[in-house]
C-alpha cells in the first residue's frame, strides 16, 4: 500500500475535527441551504467540493514550497485567516447578532454564483489552507517514496469526509433551522457556542508560530 492506514486514519480524524467546526464553509452552506433550499446548498458544495480539489492539487504541486521559501507570506495567509475568522466571531457575538440557522430573506442566487461563491468561500477558508500546507503533509511517509502520490491519496481521504459532512448539513439544514426556532434559548446558545468556537480558533490561528511543514 502507498500509504498507512494509520496516516490515511490520522488524516480522517483531523478533517473530521475541522469540517465539525464551524467555519466559512459551515456558514455559508447552511445560509444558502436554509433561505434558497437544499438544491441550492448541493450546487454550492459543488463549488466548495472544487475548491478543496484545487488546494489537493496546489499543495502537492508547489505551494508548500512557496511558503517554505517566503514565510513571510504564509505568516501574512495565517494572520489574514486569523482576522477573517475574528470578523466571523464577532458577528455572531455583537449585540443584534443572529445565528447562521435562523431563516431570513435574502434575494436567490443564480446556480453559476451559487457554485463560485462556494469556490471562492472555501478557497478564501484558512482552515483549509492550513490543513493542506500544515497538517496533511505530516502523514507523508517519506520512506514509502511516491510522496506527490501520497499526498494526493491523502487529500482524497480529507475531501470524502469534508464533502460527506457537509453533505449532511446541507440536507440537515432546514430540519435544525425549524427545529431552533421554535426554542429561542437553543437558538441564542448555538449563536454564542459558534462565536466561542470561532473566536478560540482566531487566537490560536493568530499565536500559532509553526512554520509550513517540508514534507510535501
Known sequence: MLIE?????GVTVVALGMV???????IYLVS??????????????GGVALGFVAYLLAANLGLSVLFLAVPELYV?????????????????????????????EVPPDSPRRLFTMGLMTNLL????????????????DLDRGHVLTQGLLLGAC?????????LAIVLAAGTIATFLSRRPSWLKFQR????????????????????PSATS
Not at 32 to 45: F, V, Y
Not at 85 to 96: F, I, N, Q, T, V
Not at 125 to 140: E, H, R, T
Open 76 to 104: 501574512a495567509v495565517k494572520l489574514a485567516g486569523a482576522g477573517y475568522l475574528a470578523y466571523l466571531a464577532w458577528s455572531a457575538l455583537r449585540p443584534g447578532g443572529v445565528s447562521v440557522f435562523t431563516p431570513r
Open 192 to 211: 454564542y457556542a459558534m462565536g466561542t468556537v470561532l473566536g478560540a480558533l482566531a487566537i490560536t490561528l493568530a499565536v500559532d508560530t509553526s512554520g
Open 125 to 140: 477558508n484558512p482552515k483549509i489552507a492550513i490543513m493542506y500546507v500544515s497538517l496533511i503533509p505530516q502523514f507523508v
Open 32 to 45: 444558502r441551504s436554509i433561505t434558497q433550499g437544499r438544491r441550492a446548498g448541493l450546487i454550492s458544495l
Open 5 to 9: 492506514p494509520s496516516a490515511a486514519l
Open 20 to 26: 465539525l467546526t464551524p467555519g466559512p464553509n459551515m
Open 158 to 166: 480529507q475531501i470524502a469526509v469534508s464533502v460527506t459532512v457537509n
